[in-house]
């Protein structure tokens, strides 16, 4: 456990593999461990290190009550010293918020960032945002299901409908395994509550794109099909200079668990170029 910025702790996971280190952050409502197939691919050529963000899997929730992804990404730089990653060396990779927060602790440390693979990050244009409470994400959050009778409970009924439906069997697999925590009835309860999820969604306004557009590392952004949310990714490529973008149109936001081998190699393409 590391000290965060916005107090409580942040739980930091090695994930296994061998070689160089390699720093791996999560989409909101998910958490270091969430992502068994994709991460598998990445731990053949690096030593894969990932944070849980603020109230996610074995995180504590900030005693400041901060949330926005600005604050989120200065523990993303916490990690980075304690891991002792020099400016300039840093190769990453993040989904969503993930790839977000990577992008701005760039921005806060300028030129830390070597090598990035973003899937999706959010980000938007200045203006573009959603007022302080107006996330339509917001609601849906904190209406979300909780708690099951058992993991093969939650497997079978996400496995049954979006957004779920799509990922791949063991890729879901990973997911709910690791999602859930064991409570005392043998029940399980997602890691993530809906409260503080709805919270992380509310911090995104400050990920804007005028913030990143120092930023010279090689980054691959990769972007699903169009779900209506403002072209997802979008606004980061248009900021960065030294920037590639991959549009899978068969995958939606949910592509690393969804087609885990194939964005895995697009990923160590850039990781492990010269």
């Known amino acids: 456990m590391l000290a965060s910025e916005g107090g409580g702790q942040i739980a930091l996971h090695n994930l296994g593999g061998k070689g160089p280190p390699l720093l791996f952050v ?7 461990r969430t992502y068994g197939p994709f991460v598998e691919r990445l731990t053949e050529h690096f030593t894969v290190w990932a944070p849980d963000l603020r109230s996610h899997g074995w995180s504590s929730s900030p005693t400041n ?3 926005e992804w600005t604050s989120l990404a200065k523990d993303i730089l916490c990690v980075v010293d304690y891991l002792e990653i020099d400016d300039g060396q840093l190769d990453c990779v993040g989904h969503s918020i993930g790839a977000a927060t990577l ?5 806060e440390r300028r030129g830390l960032i070597r090598r990035m693979y973003g899937y999706e990050p959010v980000m938007w244009r200045p203006g573009e945002a959603f007022p302080a409470g107006e996330n339509p994400l917001i609601a849906g959050a904190q209406k979300r299901r909780e708690v099951f009778g058992s ?4 497997f079978e009924r996400f496995s ?3 957004p779920f439906s799509s990922c791949r069997a063991d ?3 990973s997911y709910v395994s690791n999602a859930f925590e064991d409570l005392e009835d043998g029940s399980v309860r997602l890691r993530c509550r809906g409260d503080e999820e709805a919270k992380v969604y509310d911090g995104e306004r400050v990920s ?18 169009d779900q209506g949310f403002g072209n997802l990714g979008m606004p980061a490529a248009e900021a960065l200079a030294n920037a590639e ?17 194939r964005l895995a190699a697009d990923a160590l393409r850039v990781l492990l170029s010269a």
Do not use: Q, W
Not at 26 to 32: E, L, M, Q, S, V
């Open 26 to 32: 999560h989409a909101t409502g998910f958490n270091g």
């Open 208 to 225: 804007t794109n005028d913030k990143i557009v120092d930023c010279e590392a090689k980054v691959l952004i990769g972007r699903g099909m």
């Open 171 to 173: 890729a879901l697999y």
């Open 245 to 261: 973008t991959i549009v899978y149109e068969d995958l939606t936001h949910f592509g690393p668990l969804e087609a885990p081998d």
């Open 160 to 162: 049954s409908r979006p």
């Open 65 to 67: 009550g901060d949330y």
């Open 103 to 107: 992008l701005l602790a760039d921005a």
């Open 151 to 154: 993991r093969g409970e939650a």
